[in-house]
Every structure is written in structure tokens, then in C-alpha cells.
């Protein structure tokens, strides 16, 4: 992945110097917060997230500077990374399809580590496209995967290893989405709350062609049909662009472990009271244990603190 790494390590390079939104916020200015549970009725997890922050980093191999932990060794933030993958599949299939997903994400992201080049803001869109061959990869991945469990043959695909894939990746001011499958990106300020992604359901894709109305697709028994996943019979990564500048302004994601049981105003309430990431994390997930729980549930949320 090593062309992807430098049209990724290209944008994190210039976005800093390029866009006037204000000053990035600080690592300490930071509230990230993440958590997965299994619910009441799964016996298995079959989630997985990841959230973490990018940086440069030296490391030391050998010195004769007597105090080489007080040099500075780590730079200031580069990037953020939030991620969600809801894994679909009997026994460990599900959990083994989102695993190999976000770890595979993970090596693109960590690898633009190795080599930083700057050629301008024109090369956005190559790493568009760059976000979306990462995440057909990991489709090959997991396919490759459940082919070699099933008949050791990557000729006869399984149908039960797959997963959905959110990705937040924020490169200030910017938060790039790349989205397979159902699992959900939200961002909320002032008041607002605004489903990010698009759902990947044969659902939705029925309300988009005029066949059903958003209430009939909620109730529909194909609401939660995949139409495109990593590892699924199709992978239609689409990636979007947010600009999140707006100090206080919380993104997250989550899977519809959540949102089976917690409708958009009620997530809008609880980012309009919250006082953490981590207490909005643990208060969503409350209510749909509360509700049931039918359903692996994960949410990570993040924002930056409003300087005053």
C-alpha cells in the first residue's frame, strides 16, 4: 500500500498550512471516548472499534545523551481516527470479518508513518480513491479468508463472513468517511443532529428508488440487509468529506446495535446534556440495553473542547 501511504501521508502534511479554520485544537483539548458491549441476547461480540490519534514519532536505538526521554519524541497530532466495524456471520465469523477489517484499515493509516511528501491540496482527490482501494482490500481480505475456512478455495466465496465499516479519519479541518454497510456516522452541533453516512441497506436502497417511505423501511424486514459490506457479495466503499472547525461540534459513530433501539432526537438530546465523550457513550448505551439489547452495540465518540 505504499502509494496509498504517500497520497494519505501528502494531505496530512498540507492540510495544516492550506485551510484558514482557525487553530487545530491541541491533543489536550481532546475528548475521546469509546466502548463495545455484547447486549442481552448475542452470545458472542462479534464489534470491533478502534479510535486513536496519528503522529510522528522518533525512536531512540541507541544515544549517549544522558536525559533522551525529555527530548520532545512525539509531534503534535497529525491526525484522528475513529472506527467501527459490525461484523455479520455465524459463530466467530462476524467477529473475525470486523477484526481483519480494522486491522487491515489500521496498517494503511499507521503506514503513511514511514514517509511524508508535499505536493499541494490537488492531490485529495487520488487519496479519495486511495480510502476506497484500502477498504476493497480488506474486502479481499475477508473473502480470501472465509473462502480458505470453507473450501480452501477462493473460488467459492463464503456468505456468512462479513462486516460493515465506518471510518472517521480527521485531518483538521476536515473529517474524510469512508462507509460499508449500516453502521453509522453522526455529527452534532448547536442543536443539530446529522446522520453523516448513508445506510447500505436493500432498505434503503428501496426508499431511494421512490418504493418505500423512511417509516415503511424502518419496519421493513430488509432494514438491516446488507446491500454492500466488506467480505459481502458487494463492497460499494463511498467516501465523503466534512468540514468540522466548529469548536464542540461531536462526531460519532456507532453500530445499529444502537440505533435499533435509540432514535436520531434521542441521541440529539443526550449530545445536547452531555458533559464527556465517555458519559454520552455510556448513557446511549444504557438506553439500548434498557430497551433490549438485541444486538451487539459499540459507539465512539469525540469533540474538542470550546476554548473560552
Known sequence: MAVYSDMLAELLTTASTTDASGPKPRDSELDLFGLTHPGLVRRENQDHFLLGTIHQQINIHGTSLPEAQRLPLRSERLGTIMLVADGVGGGTAGGDASRIAA???ARYVSSTMNC????GRQAEQSFYEALKTAALEAHDTVRAEAASR?????????RSMATTLTLGLI???WMYVLQLGDSRCYHYFNGRLRQVTRDQTMAQDLVDRGALNREEAAASPFSHVLASSIGGREARPVVSRLNIS?????IMLCSDGLTKHVSDEEIAAQCARM???EQLCRDLLAVALE???SDNTTIVAGRAAVVR
Do not use: F, K, L, Q
Open 150 to 158: 470453507n473450501s480452501g478455495s477462493v473460488e467459492v466465496p463464503s
Open 103 to 105: 486491522e487491515a484499515i
Open 116 to 119: 511524508y511528501h508535499t505536493r
Open 171 to 173: 485531518v483538521w479541518p
Open 291 to 293: 430497551r433490549g439489547g
Open 275 to 277: 458533559s464527556s465523550c
Open 246 to 250: 466548529d469548536r464542540g461540534c461531536v
